[in-house]
């Protein structure tokens, strides 16, 4: 476990899946704390965000077989403190993943601290001799209510530049081509489980670069931030005190998709010997 911190925050991040375990501000938790309900902090999705149709792909004319979101959250990575304040994650591909996932590749995550904000880059490598393809994204979760005394429809999710959100149905784990219309009261989405009973709110290409969990009954609260993600993600479990807020560069695969993985949406391409970089970050308070 690495710990990183300054005079306003400590956060801890575990070598396995290079994963959020706390963020903590004045003494406040706003992680989840992967209780029964759902037993993850923040797992991180690569090479793939969410589910493949039927669990496989084809690349090259050969079939490869991938697990929802990737392999990376079950992944040991190495670590280097780089000051009290930040760390980065690598994982490099070996025999194994070269079995699931044909390409040679360095993956770094940076984690860093500036006063309330955690900021979180994800940098991918090519070090293969053929184009790279691939998905990343963030899924962390934070703790709602955020204090004991208030309760799950206290809070709302206020996005910065939507009033309206197209939510694209989920159906087995795959996008249908069939959507519906939420309409955002002052850009707020007020916070109720029922929202999640039929799984993910799924956003394609939202206006919104920011989104911001907020009450009117507290202080307490954080901003989100995650530009250069063109998808967006919403979750919780059943009933669960805690809402997900997930930036993809990737999504899952459409109920029509035909498994080439050079033709799945979202999907990002990186040249030999370059690298790629998207960031998100939350602002505590």
Known sequence: ??????????????????????????????????????????PVLFPIVGELKDGKYIFENKEYKMSRHGFAREKVFKSF????????????????????????????????????????????????????????????AFNVPLKSELIYFDYSLKFNNDSVLKR?????GLIGDDSETIHLRNNELQLQPSLFYTDAIVLKHPGSNEVELLTS?????????????PYFGIW??????????????????????????????????????????RRWSVEVY
């Open 217 to 229: 009954k507290d202080k307490r609260g954080l901003k989100f931030v995650f530009d250069g993600f």
């Open 168 to 172: 694209y149905m989920i159906h087995d």
């Open 81 to 140: 403190q780089t000051s009290d304040t930040s760390v980065i994650f690598t994982l490099t591909s070996d025999e194994d993943t070269l079995k699931i996932y044909p390409f040679s590749f360095v993956f770094k995550i940076e984690y860093r601290l500036e006063a309330t904000t955690l900021l979180c880059t994800y940098i991918v490598e090519n070090t293969d001799s053929k184009l790279m393809y691939f998905s990343v994204g963030g899924h962390p």
């Open 1 to 42: 476990m690495i710990t990183i911190s300054n005079d306003k925050l400590s956060v801890s991040i575990s070598e396995k899946g290079a994963e959020l375990q706390s963020l903590q501000h004045s003494g406040l938790e706003y992680l989840w704390q992967a209780h029964v309900s759902w037993p993850k902090h923040a």
């Open 236 to 277: 919780a479990a059943e009933d669960a005190p805690f809402v997900c807020l997930e930036p993809w560069c990737g999504i899952a695969d459409n109920i029509h998709h035909d498994y080439q993985l050079i033709y799945k949406e979202g999907i990002n391409k990186l040249d030999v010997g370059e690298s790629w970089q």
